[in-house]
């Protein structure tokens, strides 16, 4: 009997400062800071999201460096965190995807997305639990799907440049 073991789990980091310091660079353009930098949470590698400089073709398309990412490291369904705007983006194919509420909380137990308050944020392990057993139950595009069904606006979004 062979045992199948994880090869992708989904990680979080519970040292929020550790997460802020390591991703400010652009890995293609030099050492440039990065507007927007995100974390593969499938492999800890990190990214630029919205920004032309990380941009690939796909298939004869323009995408941007996560939905790029996606297909080498999740078959094409990606989880990232969007560090500076604490959000957990969710990712499936080049046109559906979401933004999920971060596992992230303060001591009130409040989100801060966009990390205007600046409290000090820790990892709440229920909502760690809860986005890793969507990734491990293959939810994912399902929880995208139910998204758009409630939010019409996030149909419009162009994922792909993400």
């Known amino acids: 009997m062979h045992y199948i073991r994880y090869k992708h789990s989904v990680r979080f980091y519970n040292l929020w400062l550790s ?6 660079r652009c ?3 030099g050492g440039d800071k990065s507007r927007a930098p995100t974390l593969c949470l499938v492999c800890g590698t990190m990214l630029c999201s919205q ?3 990380c ?3 796909l298939e004869g ?5 996560c939905t790029a990412h996606t297909f080498t490291c999740g078959a094409g369904v990606g989880i990232f965190l969007r560090v500076r705007e604490s959000q957990v983006l969710f990712l499936a194919g080049k046109t559906k995807g979401c933004f999920y509420a971060p596992p992230y909380l303060d001591d009130y137990g409040e989100t801060d997305q966009g990390l205007r308050r600046g409290n000090p944020l820790h990892l709440c392990h229920e909502r760690y639990r809860k986005i890793q057993k969507l990734w491990r139950q293959h939810s994912i595009t399902e929880e995208i799907g139910h998204a758009q069904e409630a939010n019409q606006s996030l149909v419009g979004i162009d994922w792909q440049h993400l």
């Open 51 to 53: 920004s032309y400089c």
């Open 61 to 65: 398309e323009d995408v941007g460096a």
């Open 19 to 24: 997460l802020t310091c390591l991703c400010c």
């Open 55 to 57: 941009q690939t073709e």
């Open 27 to 29: 890995p293609k353009s």
